[in-house]
């Protein structure tokens, strides 16, 4: 069961141009799965400090999301995005930052995730994300209502 | 004080060739006034977050956003600085148009003492057909920015 997870995984992530982009990888545990975005020099938003641009956390944790629900749902086509709140919590250092979605909910057609990322600690969470996703067959695919 | 265009427009230009991430998407510095900032992201195969429709991904128009936020915020604030982002939610209400350009414009339409509030919007020609919308509040900094910083 969890080869096949890994499989499906695996053909998403490579599948996704903006996930190489990113470099973000992932990890299964059964059908648990850790996001992975090692830290790149491309993805920072303030040379400053240095810290992760915060448009790459949102998009990690949407991404983190999106690949919890594919899944779910091997056959059908990528969920869609409906709409996601990200609560920044901490600055997003130059290091390696992790993610994991929990799905509160699936119904007929949207679904809604959680979704929290860290780095040294999973108890300081550097970003959360909430959202709400379209399911694949849900009507008519091009409108999210 | 009210800042100038050149101002505005060194600011602008900075953000988005100084910031790493905006500088790996390509970001272009569209136009930009006190509290209202254009930047956008040409379509690039990289980007795509749907290869089946060679729409450019979620996460391409959020950090467009994001970025436009900071922008509005910056010049609307200065010589104050914002700081973090507290939070940013973003309604998707269709695909971008694949192989177009992804315009973002973002307004700072009120301050407090301690906090800019924000609104955004992507879009390829036409404003109100947005891809996205967002909204967003950012911490402010009391400090004055120091010559030569960035957002």
Known sequence: MSATHAERLERLIQSIPYVRFLGMTAELAGDEMTAILPFSPHLVGNINIPALHGGVLGAFLEMTALCQLGLRDPNGRPAKTIDVTVEYLRPGRAQTLYARADVRKIGRRVANVHVEAWQDHRAAPVAALRGHFLLSGGGDSSKPA | ?151
């Not at chain 2, 436009?68 to 269709?94: E, K, Q, V």
């Not at chain 2, 350009?101 to 955004?120: D, L």
């Not at chain 2, 996205?132 to 957002?151: C, R």
Request: aromatic share 6%; glycine share 8%.
């Open chain 2, 1 to 151: 004080m009210t800042i100038d265009d050149q101002t505005i427009r060194a600011i602008a230009e900075r953000m988005v060739t100084s910031t790493p991430q905006a500088a790996a998407l390509n970001m272009r510095f569209v136009s930009a006034t006190p509290g209202e900032g254009f930047l956008a992201v040409p379509w690039r195969e990289d980007l795509v977050g749907d290869p089946a429709t060679g729409v450019l991904a979620g996460g391409v128009v959020t950090t467009l956003l994001d970025h436009c936020c900071g922008l509005a915020t910056t010049t609307r604030l200065w010589p104050l600085m914002g700081s973090a982002t507290l939070d940013l939610r973003i309604d998707y209400m269709r695909p971008a148009i694949p192989r177009r350009e992804v315009i973002g414009v973002a307004r700072c339409y009120k301050v407090t003492r301690s906090i800019a509030f924000v609104r955004a919007a992507a879009f390829e020609d036409d404003e109100a057909d947005p891809i996205a919308t967002a909204q967003a509040a950012f911490m402010i900094n009391g400090q004055a920015a120091p010559a030569g910083a960035s957002a």
